[in-house]
């Protein structure tokens, strides 16, 4: 039996992970927040399912879960832990208060990097187990930081870089560490950006924010399926050779290749023009 442990798995690309990876035969083990979302999953997968109930802020807890699925998975060792609970805190950096930027890091950088720590013993070859490997849902943020997401993009491009120092210090254990890298997803993370944005009104930004909000809706409703993300995370964790990171944009060219070929500067001038960002808008806007 493959055992796997699938961060946020109440909604969203975590669901359909773990949907996906009970279809394929795996025992999965899911954590949420809630004992409801517990109970709910449970429903929904009667078998071969254990909810574990943490937040990624709270180390005691995300150590007990470690105990939860040792006494389950016994002599087998874990076949994949899969980091991909993660939030947005959107906005202007300039008027972003800074706790919310650490709360961003906590559940996007630190809570994974915990958990990395925690599972180690669980993920290291046992038998003739080989051994596991770590998945990290990380973002296309990473590599390209668009106005009004600094603190996620920030928060991603941290994760990423964990993920590849990590690979190089777990070589001697074999154990694989994998960055997957995705663009929009048809996911209710999007409806979270407006709620945690209040911050930006009644800035110069609020124009070029409410564009950028706008887009993100529009983008999401056009995005990837969860599923293929969920089909990414599988082949991550059973192809003989996984790549170093899967780069999933939801368009090759027009939202990944383009972007991240122009020079810079030139892709400053776009988002700017696109977001209401020219210095041309501040002049009218001062302007009695
Ligand atoms: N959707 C996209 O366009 C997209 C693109 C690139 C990368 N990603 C990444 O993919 C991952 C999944 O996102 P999603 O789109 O599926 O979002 P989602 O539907 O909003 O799901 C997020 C999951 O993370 C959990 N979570 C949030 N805060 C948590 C915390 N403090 N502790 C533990 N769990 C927490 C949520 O649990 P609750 O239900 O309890 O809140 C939920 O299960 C994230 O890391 C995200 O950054 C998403």
């Known amino acids: 039996m493959k055992y796997i442990v699938v961060t946020g798995a109440s909604a969203g690309i975590g669901l ?26 449970t429903g929904l997968f009667p078998e071969n ?38 939030i947005v805190v959107p906005g202007p950096i300039l008027h972003l208060p800074k706790e919310k930027m650490r709360h961003q890091f906590e559940v996007n950088t630190f809570g994974p990097m915990v958990l990395c720590q925690l599972y180690f013993p669980l993920l290291k070859k046992k038998g003739n187990n ?9 973002s296309l943020s ?23 120092a990590l690979r190089r210090e777990f070589y001697p254990y074999g154990i694989q560490v994998v960055d ?43 995005g990837l399926s969860p599923e293929s993300i969920a089909a990414s995370v599988y082949k991550a964790l059973h192809e003989a050779r996984p790549r170093l ?19 810079a500067r030139l892709l400053d001038r776009i988002l700017a023009k696109r977001l209401g960002l020219l210095p041309e808008y501040l002049k009218n806007k001062n302007t009695p």
């Open 16 to 41: 359909e992970t773990v949907r996906f990876l009970l279809g394929k035969g795996c025992y999965v083990f899911g954590s949420v927040r809630t004992t409801a979302d517990a109970d709910r999953l």
């Open 49 to 86: 399912f254990t909810p574990l109930v943490f937040d990624l802020t709270d180390d005691v807890a995300m150590a007990a879960s470690v105990e939860q699925v040792a006494a389950i998975i016994g002599e087998s060792n874990l076949t994949g832990l899969i980091n991909n609970a993660g």
């Open 130 to 138: 080989p051994p596991g490997r770590i998945v990290n849902i990380s």
């Open 142 to 164: 990473a590599e390209i930081a668009l106005p009004f997401m600094g603190p996620y993009s920030a928060s991603k491009r941290a994760l990423s870089n964990l993920a590849h």
């Open 180 to 222: 997957i890298q995705p663009g929009r997803v048809k996911t209710g993370i999007v409806d979270t950006l407006a709620p945690n944005a209040s911050h930006f009104i009644g800035t110069d930004f609020e124009a070029g924010m409410k564009r950028y909000l706008e887009s993100a809706q529009y983008l999401r409703d056009r």
């Open 245 to 263: 990171r899967y780069v999933k944009p939801y368009r090759y060219f027009s939202r990944w290749k383009i972007p991240s070929s122009l020079p």
